[in-house]
Protein backbone atom coordinates (compact mmCIF):
# COMPACT_ATOMS: atom_id res chain seq x y z
CA UNK A 1 0.00 0.00 0.00
CA UNK A 2 1.49 3.32 -0.99
CA UNK A 3 1.98 5.75 2.41
CA UNK A 4 2.83 9.87 2.54
CA UNK A 5 3.36 10.50 5.54
CA UNK A 6 3.18 14.00 7.17
CA UNK A 7 4.37 14.93 10.64
CA UNK A 8 0.84 16.38 12.00
CA UNK A 9 2.27 18.94 13.75
CA UNK A 10 1.22 21.65 14.90
CA UNK A 11 4.79 23.22 13.75
CA UNK A 12 4.88 27.00 15.43
CA UNK A 13 7.45 29.40 14.18
CA UNK A 14 7.99 32.85 14.12
CA UNK A 15 6.39 35.55 12.04
CA UNK A 16 9.42 36.39 9.46
CA UNK A 17 10.87 32.76 10.25
CA UNK A 18 11.28 30.38 7.50
CA UNK A 19 8.88 27.19 8.19
CA UNK A 20 10.03 24.00 6.91
CA UNK A 21 7.16 20.97 5.99
CA UNK A 22 8.63 17.48 5.29
CA UNK A 23 6.65 14.91 3.38
CA UNK A 24 8.16 11.25 3.10
CA UNK A 25 6.21 8.30 0.54
CA UNK A 26 6.64 4.73 0.01
CA UNK A 27 6.84 4.48 -3.18
CA UNK A 28 9.88 4.63 -4.75
CA UNK A 29 8.87 5.13 -8.60
CA UNK A 30 6.78 7.97 -7.92
CA UNK A 31 6.93 10.91 -10.24
CA UNK A 32 4.46 13.75 -9.57
CA UNK A 33 4.55 15.84 -6.03
CA UNK A 34 2.71 18.68 -5.01
CA UNK A 35 1.72 20.54 -2.23
CA UNK A 36 -1.32 22.15 -1.19
CA UNK A 37 -2.54 24.78 1.55
CA UNK A 38 -5.85 24.48 3.67
CA UNK A 39 -7.14 27.01 6.23
CA UNK A 40 -9.35 25.90 8.67
CA UNK A 41 -12.85 25.48 7.26
CA UNK A 42 -11.56 25.91 3.69
CA UNK A 43 -11.05 23.51 0.57
CA UNK A 44 -7.42 22.67 -0.12
CA UNK A 45 -5.69 25.05 -3.02
CA UNK A 46 -2.58 24.03 -5.28
CA UNK A 47 0.33 25.80 -4.00
CA UNK A 48 3.42 24.07 -6.37
CA UNK A 49 4.50 20.95 -7.62
CA UNK A 50 7.77 19.28 -8.08
CA UNK A 51 8.75 16.80 -10.64
CA UNK A 52 12.63 16.53 -10.27
CA UNK A 53 15.12 16.22 -7.81
CA UNK A 54 16.28 19.40 -6.19
CA UNK A 55 14.62 22.69 -5.47
CA UNK A 56 12.08 24.65 -7.30
CA UNK A 57 11.35 28.05 -5.91
CA UNK A 58 8.25 30.18 -6.64
CA UNK A 59 7.85 33.26 -4.78
CA UNK A 60 8.39 32.54 -0.85
CA UNK A 61 7.81 29.12 -1.74
CA UNK A 62 10.59 26.41 -2.28
CA UNK A 63 9.85 22.72 -3.20
CA UNK A 64 12.66 20.27 -2.76
CA UNK A 65 12.32 17.02 -4.02
CA UNK A 66 14.88 14.07 -2.95
CA UNK A 67 13.74 11.02 -4.75
CA UNK A 68 16.47 9.24 -3.13
CA UNK A 69 15.56 9.20 0.23
CA UNK A 70 12.12 9.45 -0.80
CA UNK A 71 11.07 12.74 0.97
CA UNK A 72 9.49 16.23 -0.20
CA UNK A 73 9.78 19.36 1.56
CA UNK A 74 8.27 22.90 1.27
CA UNK A 75 9.90 25.46 2.51
CA UNK A 76 8.25 29.03 3.42
CA UNK A 77 10.74 32.19 3.82
CA UNK A 78 9.58 35.11 5.81
CA UNK A 79 6.45 33.47 7.12
CA UNK A 80 3.33 35.26 7.65
CA UNK A 81 0.32 34.58 10.42
CA UNK A 82 -1.25 34.03 6.88
CA UNK A 83 0.72 31.20 6.36
CA UNK A 84 -1.12 29.48 9.33
CA UNK A 85 -2.38 26.56 8.30
CA UNK A 86 -2.44 22.83 7.07
CA UNK A 87 -0.19 22.10 4.07
CA UNK A 88 -1.04 18.53 2.49
CA UNK A 89 1.49 16.71 0.29
CA UNK A 90 0.29 14.86 -2.52
CA UNK A 91 2.20 12.06 -4.36
CA UNK A 92 1.30 10.21 -7.42
CA UNK A 93 2.45 6.72 -8.00
CA UNK A 94 4.92 5.30 -10.68
CA UNK A 95 2.90 3.90 -14.01
CA UNK A 96 1.04 6.99 -14.90
CA UNK A 97 -1.56 7.00 -12.11
CA UNK A 98 -4.18 9.84 -12.23
CA UNK A 99 -4.80 9.23 -8.44
CA UNK A 100 -3.05 10.89 -5.50
CA UNK A 101 -2.21 9.68 -1.98
CA UNK A 102 -2.97 12.85 -0.11
CA UNK A 103 -0.16 12.70 3.44
CA UNK A 104 -2.89 13.86 6.08
CA UNK A 105 -1.31 17.29 6.52
CA UNK A 106 0.78 19.27 8.45
CA UNK A 107 -0.33 22.39 10.92
CA UNK A 108 1.36 25.40 10.64
CA UNK A 109 1.11 28.28 12.96
CA UNK A 110 2.98 32.00 12.38
CA UNK A 111 2.57 33.35 15.61
CA UNK A 112 3.06 37.75 15.48
CA UNK B 1 -13.13 32.41 -14.60
CA UNK B 2 -15.35 30.12 -12.44
CA UNK B 3 -13.68 27.99 -10.09
CA UNK B 4 -14.98 24.37 -9.08
CA UNK B 5 -18.70 24.55 -8.16
CA UNK B 6 -20.08 22.47 -5.25
CA UNK B 7 -23.80 22.27 -4.36
CA UNK B 8 -25.19 22.35 -1.36
CA UNK B 9 -22.52 24.06 0.22
CA UNK B 10 -23.94 22.43 3.47
CA UNK B 11 -27.24 19.33 3.91
CA UNK B 12 -28.43 18.30 6.78
CA UNK B 13 -30.60 14.89 6.48
CA UNK B 14 -32.11 12.15 8.61
CA UNK B 15 -30.39 8.88 8.77
CA UNK B 16 -31.81 6.42 6.06
CA UNK B 17 -32.02 9.04 3.50
CA UNK B 18 -30.87 9.12 0.46
CA UNK B 19 -28.44 12.23 -0.80
CA UNK B 20 -27.29 13.78 -4.14
CA UNK B 21 -24.32 16.33 -4.25
CA UNK B 22 -23.70 18.02 -7.33
CA UNK B 23 -20.06 19.20 -9.05
CA UNK B 24 -19.74 21.32 -11.56
CA UNK B 25 -15.96 21.33 -12.34
CA UNK B 26 -13.80 24.20 -14.48
CA UNK B 27 -15.04 24.67 -17.67
CA UNK B 28 -12.36 22.68 -20.63
CA UNK B 29 -11.33 20.01 -16.55
CA UNK B 30 -11.51 16.44 -18.69
CA UNK B 31 -10.69 15.02 -14.81
CA UNK B 32 -13.37 15.09 -12.23
CA UNK B 33 -12.34 13.77 -8.38
CA UNK B 34 -14.22 13.23 -5.96
CA UNK B 35 -12.59 13.03 -2.03
CA UNK B 36 -14.64 12.81 1.29
CA UNK B 37 -12.53 14.56 4.49
CA UNK B 38 -13.83 13.68 7.75
CA UNK B 39 -13.81 15.87 11.20
CA UNK B 40 -9.67 16.54 11.38
CA UNK B 41 -8.87 13.20 8.76
CA UNK B 42 -7.09 14.02 5.71
CA UNK B 43 -8.59 13.55 1.98
CA UNK B 44 -10.16 10.22 1.47
CA UNK B 45 -10.79 9.09 -2.19
CA UNK B 46 -13.52 8.42 -3.98
CA UNK B 47 -13.76 8.23 -7.18
CA UNK B 48 -11.99 9.74 -10.54
CA UNK B 49 -13.34 10.29 -13.79
CA UNK B 50 -11.97 10.95 -17.31
CA UNK B 51 -14.68 12.37 -19.20
CA UNK B 52 -17.75 10.51 -18.73
CA UNK B 53 -16.36 7.40 -17.93
CA UNK B 54 -14.88 6.13 -14.12
CA UNK B 55 -11.42 4.23 -14.49
CA UNK B 56 -11.03 4.23 -10.50
CA UNK B 57 -13.53 4.41 -8.14
CA UNK B 58 -11.88 2.07 -5.77
CA UNK B 59 -12.80 4.40 -3.23
CA UNK B 60 -16.49 4.27 -2.80
CA UNK B 61 -16.90 2.88 1.05
CA UNK B 62 -19.63 0.71 -0.15
CA UNK B 63 -22.52 -0.39 -2.79
CA UNK B 64 -24.39 2.90 -0.93
CA UNK B 65 -22.61 4.87 -2.95
CA UNK B 66 -22.31 5.67 -6.46
CA UNK B 67 -21.80 8.48 -8.94
CA UNK B 68 -22.14 9.87 -12.64
CA UNK B 69 -20.94 12.50 -15.25
CA UNK B 70 -22.63 13.44 -18.01
CA UNK B 71 -21.94 15.62 -20.89
CA UNK B 72 -18.49 15.55 -19.60
CA UNK B 73 -18.96 18.37 -17.15
CA UNK B 74 -21.46 18.04 -14.23
CA UNK B 75 -21.22 15.33 -11.53
CA UNK B 76 -23.33 14.05 -9.05
CA UNK B 77 -22.65 12.12 -6.03
CA UNK B 78 -25.56 9.59 -4.83
CA UNK B 79 -25.58 8.39 -1.48
CA UNK B 80 -28.07 6.06 -0.74
CA UNK B 81 -29.87 4.97 2.57
CA UNK B 82 -27.39 7.87 4.08
CA UNK B 83 -25.66 6.61 8.20
CA UNK B 84 -24.12 8.58 10.34
CA UNK B 85 -20.74 7.67 9.71
CA UNK B 86 -21.30 9.37 6.55
CA UNK B 87 -21.25 12.75 8.25
CA UNK B 88 -18.14 14.16 6.01
CA UNK B 89 -16.98 16.86 3.76
CA UNK B 90 -16.95 15.98 0.35
CA UNK B 91 -15.01 17.58 -2.19
CA UNK B 92 -15.02 17.85 -5.94
CA UNK B 93 -11.53 18.66 -7.68
CA UNK B 94 -11.16 18.83 -11.69
CA UNK B 95 -8.13 19.07 -13.81
CA UNK B 96 -7.28 19.64 -17.46
CA UNK B 97 -6.26 16.16 -19.29
CA UNK B 98 -2.50 15.76 -18.55
CA UNK B 99 -2.39 18.06 -15.81
CA UNK B 100 -2.26 16.15 -12.28
CA UNK B 101 -2.53 19.56 -10.62
CA UNK B 102 -6.20 20.07 -8.80
CA UNK B 103 -8.28 22.23 -8.22
CA UNK B 104 -10.87 21.71 -5.17
CA UNK B 105 -14.23 23.06 -4.94
CA UNK B 106 -15.10 24.77 -1.62
CA UNK B 107 -16.94 21.44 -0.57
CA UNK B 108 -20.50 20.19 0.83
CA UNK B 109 -20.65 19.85 4.54
CA UNK B 110 -23.35 16.31 4.84
CA UNK B 111 -24.18 16.15 8.65
CA UNK B 112 -26.21 13.21 8.94
CA UNK B 113 -28.62 12.99 12.51
Known amino acids: QKEVEQNSGPLSVPEGAIASLNCTYS??????FFWYRQYSGKSPELIMS????GDKEDGRFTAQLNKASQYVSLLIRDSQPSDSATYLC????????????FGRGTSLIVHP | GAGVSQSPSNKVTEKGKDVELRCDPI?????LYWYRQSLGQGLEFLIY????????KSGLPSDRFSAERTGGSVSTLTIQRTQQEDSAVYLC???????????FGDGTRLSIL
Open chain 2, 27 to 31: SGHTA
Open chain 2, 49 to 56: FQGNSAPD
Open chain 1, 50 to 53: IYSN
Open chain 1, 90 to 101: AVYASGGSYIPT
Open chain 1, 27 to 32: DRGSQS
Open chain 2, 93 to 103: ASSFQGDRAQH
